[in-house]
């Protein structure tokens, strides 16, 4: 059967409702919309409820085996993100809980107030281990909520009481706002840093992005965070081809010239409902050139849109992939960047008070 879209949502990322889910999620209405500082660019907002529930789970740390992910334990203090990034490989989580992929994820979030306190407990049970915690990795730790709730500053708190490592991942320099407990984390081999950006063209991110911060900002943010002492790194994520991939060599350069001590980069991934939202994206802001951008999509990931088999999903194979990952490592060699290596000291864990008040000695 045709698919029939919806008119496209200005200021979204997501372009409709009527994406497609795995689980027969019955298509929902827009009620509006809004915007951040694309208004400068292309006009007034028009204003959406954003809303946020709270809730309260039993535990915080999520525990992975993943052969190809470099951490196996992480927190997300939220679900859905503000941000609204169109290629978020986070967005088919909503589809478990009934809510859209789509604008759903962008529009109705989940705070976890009670995060520190589940920490705590856990970081004091005996027989827990310590290694480095990921925050980011799901959804944004400092999207604009954050800014009210405060629920990623008091995991930090929690970590920096107990000498517990953690590295967090963010597309805003909200994570400034937390520079006084990074500098000190920092200090104890504690904590690394890695903020994302995709281009440094402003319009381009206001529609692959919108509600992430300008990528001059994030690029100041990297700026102070080394200023700071704070292990920071530059992420080149996602690489979307025929799209961002013309900025890697600018960006890599820009962040070697602030003192970043390493950059990475990371190929789009489209698993599940992200591919057809994405494609909606094309159609609305790149109808010339989204069959270019998806064929060569599929040619680094075997042929398919995505590819989520362990050990292969990370590294793009082809023609295509071995040519940005060819120029990816020329950039970095002519800007004097090495490979990421952010050791981290678990040595120092100590188990925390569970009636959270803080260690004299």
């Known amino acids: ?67 190809d992910i470099g951490f196996d334990r992480s927190i997300n203090a939220y679900r859905g993100c503000e941000h609204g990034c169109i290629y978020c490989f986070a967005r088919p989580s909503h589809a478990y809980h009934d809510l859209s992929p789509g604008l759903d994820f962008e529009t109705r979030l989940f705070a976890k107030p009670n995060a520190a306190q589940l920490l705590r407990a856990t970081l004091a049970k005996a027989k827990y281990t310590p290694r480095p915690i990921a925050m980011g990795t799901n959804t944004d730790p400092y999207q604009p909520i954050e800014s009210r ?49 995709t ?85 609305v802001h790149f109808p010339e050139r989204g069959d270019k951008v998806m064929s060569i999509v599929r040619s680094i990931r075997g042929g398919r849109d995505n590819d989520p088999d362990f050990f292969t999903r990370m590294k793009p194979s082809g023609v295509w992939a071995d040519l940005f990952r060819a120029r990816f490592r020329l950039a970095c060699k002519r800007a004097g960047l090495e490979k990421p290596n952010f050791e981290l000291d678990c040595s120092q864990f100590r188990r925390p008070n569970v009636g959270g008040q803080l260690r004299l000695l």
């Not at 010239?257 to 409902?273: D, K, T």
């Open 149 to 197: 709730y405060r629920i990623t500053r008091s995991v930090l708190e929690v970590c920096l009481e107990a000498r517990h490592p953690v590295t967090i991942t963010t597309k805003s320099d909200r994570v400034l706002a937390d520079l006084d407990l990074l500098t000190e984390l920092a200090e104890h081999s504690l904590v690394a840093v890695a903020v994302s950006v």
């Open 199 to 283: 281009t440094f063209d402003p319009k381009l991110s206001g529609k692959l992005e919108p509600r992430a911060a300008a990528p001059a900002k994030r690029l100041a943010a990297l700026g102070k965070l080394v200023e700071a002492g704070v292990p920071a790194h530059c992420s080149v994520a996602p690489v979307i081809p025929a799209i961002t991939d013309e900025f890697m060599e600018e960006i890599v350069e820009r962040a070697a010239a602030l003192g970043v001590g390493s950059c990475g980069w990371i190929p789009l991934r489209l698993p599940h409902e992200v591919a057809p939202l994405f494609r909606e994206w094309l159609s």
């Open 1 to 67: 059967m045709e698919r029939r879209f919806e008119p496209p949502v200005d200021g979204r990322g997501a372009q409709s409702v009527s994406v497609p889910t795995r689980f027969g999620l019955a298509t929902r209405e827009a009620d509006g919309d809004w915007r951040d500082y694309m208004e400068m660019l292309e006009g007034p907002p028009v204003k959406l409820r954003t809303s946020v529930v709270e809730e309260h789970p039993k535990t915080i740390l999520t525990f992975n085996t993943s052969p």
